[in-house]
Each structure stands twice: as structure tokens, then as C-alpha cells.
């Protein structure tokens, strides 16, 4: 019996592993599509708009069908909580991100945004939600792998060494719409699109941060949440672009990759995203959520040379995701040290048992409450207990960061 039991918890302590890895390749999908869509002339502002309406159409009938049953209340804090996040995330932060894409490169965006470890980290050791104890070396190895990871990304953006040449680049001939220039860019426009992705990524990680406490309050209406901060993202993203954009024709799309782009990035990068990520932040944290994001960056290098025939420095892109790739772990390997040592500091379940006046008696009860819950009119020279610590597994619960 214990093979199954080790298996069953091997799978279920990869689960926010492979989530986390399954989006960051959603998300590269999503650069490389969202990139060919801006060169063909899309405006950001009318493609956040339609990514989420669409994320809100699917994902709102299933926080129907499946949460429909004791809803939170919806309070002023708790609206003004849900209208932040919309506004960090489907408008501050896709606008700033897309005009970011549209002067730079995908790669060069995904290596940018790979300084979100770090800042979801800082913030959240702010808002007290990690602990920073330098005397323990799964917090140095947090600390550690976040300098090096932030280290990695600024290799790419400052140093681009030689050009690698692909096996595969010489075969490759994409559509001229399609192609991303990382050499005759401006100097001016890389540095403003630079600036906007630091932007973007400092609303990411707020938003990281405080998805994390708006989970307290839908705990068990993660969905609802969801599609809550999409709607909400989606009419504060129409207000921006009407003030924007004073063209009729830029809301005109078609059966096209404009039209693929935003139900791609709406079904894919917005709707599951945002709730998966909120699982696995429920589950593990803001910052194991985010440490993941250097994974993207290889994953768009790649894709970008065989559609884009983007360029692959050296320095830009190999040696910077040596680094990125060693501060993830790093990261990893702490959360996981932390995982461990609070799971040996936890007492799921205590049983308690008393001899009353000649009488075994025997009580269940939390680990938490074993003190509250005293035996009533019991002597004390004629009462003896044991706490024996039980492993219980969790209870089942329907579950419905680009």
C-alpha cells in the first residue's frame, strides 16, 4: 500500500509544477501570435478589449454553473479589491506589455518580464507575505536564485554578443508581415519599449500580491473571481481605448490572426490563466507562481527563430538563460526546503485518549484545537492523555500570474 500512497503524493505535489510549466507555454504562444498581429497593424488597446471579452464569455458560464452556490458578498472593500486587479491586470498591464511587444521583440519582452521573480518577491516581503530569514539557507537560496535570475535578464537586455546561427535558420523563410527586426530598430523606440515592460511587470507582481488576498475571499469561487476581474477588465479597457483611439475602423476584425490573437490570448493566456495561477498561488505562494516565468523566455527564443526569424544572440539569449534558468531553480529548490519544514511543524490531526472516572473515552480533534477542547468535569489526578500525530490526507475540493 505505501507505493500507491508515494505516487499518489508525487502527483499530487507536481500538480502546481506542471500547471506552472503548461502556461509558460501558453504565454510564449501567445507572444508570438499577439507580435504578428501588431505588425500587421492591430492596435493594443482594441486587442486587450476583445482578448477579454472572450476570456469572460467562456469562463463566466462555468463560475455559473459550478459557484453559483454561496457567493461572497460583494462589500465595497471586496468590489474595490476586484476593480484593482482588473485595472493592474487586463488594462495596465496587457496595454503597457503589448506597446512594449510592438517596439522590441518577443524575445527581448519575455527576458524583460523575467524581472517579475524579483519585485513579486520584494512586495511580498513588504506585505508580509514571506518571511525573509537570512540565517536559513532556503531563504539565501530564494534570495540567491532572484539576484541571479534578475542578473540573467539584464545580461540579455545589455549584452548581445555574437549571432548564433540555428540549424534551422537557413531554411526558413517566414511571411515579410511576420518578421521582427532586432537590428534596425531604434535606439529611442527600444529604450521606450524597454521602459513600458518594466511597467507592465511592476503591475504583474502587484497584481501576484494581491490576487493573493482576494483569494481569501473566494477560496472556494475561484471562477467567479476570474471572470469578475475579465468583465470588469474589459469595460475599463473599453473606456481606455475610446480615449485612445478616436478611429472606428481600429475595431474592425475579421476571420483572421487578429481574430486568433485575441481568442487565443482570451481563452488561453487570460481566462485559464488567471485561474490557474490563482490555484497554485493559493496553494504555494505569489513567488512560486512568478518563478517560473524565465521558462517563457527559452521557450519564445525558440519559437521566434522558426516563425519570426528572430536573431539569437549569445549573450542575449543563451548566456543570459544559462542564469535565468539557475536562479529558477535556485528559487525552486527554497520553496520546495520551506514546503518541507512546514509540513513537519503542522499536527494534522490529534487523537486524544482519557480515562474518565474508569471510562475510555476517545476524541477527534485539530491539532490546533487540542487544548481548547478539554474534557469537562473530569478530575485532574484522575485524567491521562497522549497526542499522537496522524497523517490525514486533504479533503476533496471542486476546483472549477501573459
Known amino acids: 500500500m505505501e507505493k500507491p500512497t508515494c505516487f499518489s503524493n508525487f502527483l499530487e505535489n507536481s500538480k502546481p509544477y506542471f500547471a506552472m510549466i503548461s502556461l509558460q507555454f501558453g504565454y510564449a504562444g501567445m507572444n508570438i501570435i499577439t507580435k504578428v498581429s501588431l505588425n500587421r497593424g492591430m492596435s493594443h488597446y482594441v486587442l486587450v478589449v476583445y482578448r477579454h471579452a472572450f476570456a469572460t464569455a467562456v469562463i463566466a458560464p462555468f463560475a455559473f454553473f459550478f459557484e453559483r452556490k454561496k457567493q461572497p458578498k460583494i462589500t465595497f472593500p471586496v468590489f474595490m479589491q476586484i476593480f484593482i486587479l482588473a485595472l493592474l491586470g487586463p488594462v495596465i498591464d496587457q496595454n503597457f506589455y503589448y506597446a512594449g511587444l510592438k517596439f522590441t521583440s518577443p524575445t527581448f519582452s519575455c527576458a524583460m518580464s523575467n524581472m517579475l521573480p524579483a519585485m513579486t518577491f520584494v512586495m511580498a516581503v513588504i506585505c508580509r507575505m514571506e518571511k525573509l530569514d537570512m540565517k536559513t539557507v532556503r531563504c539565501q537560496a530564494k534570495v540567491a536564485g532572484t539576484v541571479v535570475t534578475v542578473a540573467g535578464a539584464m545580461l540579455m537586455t545589455l549584452y548581445k554578443g555574437p549571432i548564433v546561427q540555428m540549424l534551422w535558420s537557413k531554411y526558413i523563410h517566414p511571411k515579410s ?88 490570448a482570451g481563452i488561453v493566456t487570460s481566462s485559464i490563466s488567471y485561474y490557474v495561477q490563482g490555484l497554485v498561488m493559493k496553494k504555494r505562494g505569489p513567488v512560486f507562481a512568478t518563478a517560473f516565468s524565465p521558462l517563457m523566455m527559452i521557450i519564445v527564443a525558440i519559437m521566434g527563430s522558426f516563425i519570426l526569424a528572430e536573431k539569437i544572440f549569445l549573450g542575449r539569449y543563451v548566456l543570459g538563460a544559462v542564469l535565468i534558468v539557475a536562479g529558477l531553480y535556485s528559487v525552486l529548490w527554497g520553496k520546495h526546503k520551506e514546503g518541507l519544514e512546514n509540513r ?58 501573459k
Not at 474589459?234 to 483611439?245: G, N, P, R, S
Open 177 to 264: 508581415s511576420y518578421v521582427t527586426d532586432t537590428t534596425g530598430t531604434g535606439d529611442k523606440r527600444w529604450f521606450l519599449g524597454s521602459v513600458l515592460l518594466t511597467i507592465a511587470t511592476l503591475a504583474w507582481a502587484s497584481l501576484f500580491v494581491l490576487q493573493n488576498k482576494a483569494l481569501k475571499t473566494y477560496k472556494d469561487h475561484q471562477l467567479s473571481l476570474t471572470s469578475l476581474v475579465c468583465f470588469i477588465g474589459t469595460l475599463q479597457a473599453i473606456a481606455v481605448t475610446f480615449v485612445m483611439e478616436h478611429k472606428p475602423s481600429v475595431w474592425k476584425i475579421g476571420f483572421d490572426m487578429n481574430l486568433l490573437a485575441a481568442a487565443y
Open 344 to 401: 513537519d511543524d503542522e499536527i494534522p490531526e490529534a487523537i486524544k485518549g482519557c480515562h474518565v472516572n474508569g471510562t475510555a473515552v476517545v476524541s477527534v480533534m485539530d491539532g490546533n484545537d487540542v487544548e481548547a477542547n478539554q474534557v469537562k468535569n473530569a478530575e485532574p489526578n484522575k485524567l491521562s492523555s497522549v497526542a499522537i500525530c496522524m497523517p490525514i490526507s486533504e479533503l476533496p475540493v471542486v476546483k472549477p500570474g
